[in-house]
């Protein structure tokens, strides 16, 4: 894919992640996940995972990020689970990350996902640190 079709894809999900529709919003928060990490588009996984309309959105979105099996990925959805105001968004985004957290120990990458925890009890944002921590002392984890 040319950089020229990927600038036209992202403007396109730019686009999508302010409709009215959820699954339009839930389709283009799966694909920023794809391109996690960048400056560009943390504002708008932030939104979506945070999106006030409908927890399908910021459940595509929470699972896309994570599916990634990366410390980017569970670092965003742990940022938005540690700003989510709304108890509906909040228990949303922690059970995408309890299932997430199944899925490594059901596949024996219960190390990978500790790992990834530990180096963000020392990230920067409190509110992810707070959450790694905090998942940590889960005794499922133990």
Not at 1 to 20: F, N, P, V, W, Y
């Amino acid at each position: 894919m040319s950089q020229e079709q990927r600038a036209g894809g992202l403007t396109a999900a730019l686009r999508d992640a302010e409709s009215e529709s959820w699954s339009c919003r839930a389709a283009a928060g799966r694909q920023f996940a794809a391109v996690a990490g960048s400056e560009e588009v943390a504002p708008v996984l932030e939104r979506l995972l945070l999106d006030p309309h409908d927890t399908g959105v910021t459940q595509e979105t929470a699972e896309a990020l994570l599916q990634r099996g990366d410390l980017v990925g569970l670092r965003i959805v742990l940022a938005a689970l540690s700003q989510a105001e709304a108890w509906c968004t909040a228990d949303q985004l922690d059970g995408e990350v309890f299932n997430h957290q199944s899925w490594m120990i059901a596949n024996g990458r219960l190390d990978q996902f500790v790992q990834q925890l530990e180096a963000l009890t020392a990230d920067e944002d409190a509110g992810v640190r707070e959450e790694a921590s905090r998942l940590l002392g889960r005794e499922s984890l133990g």
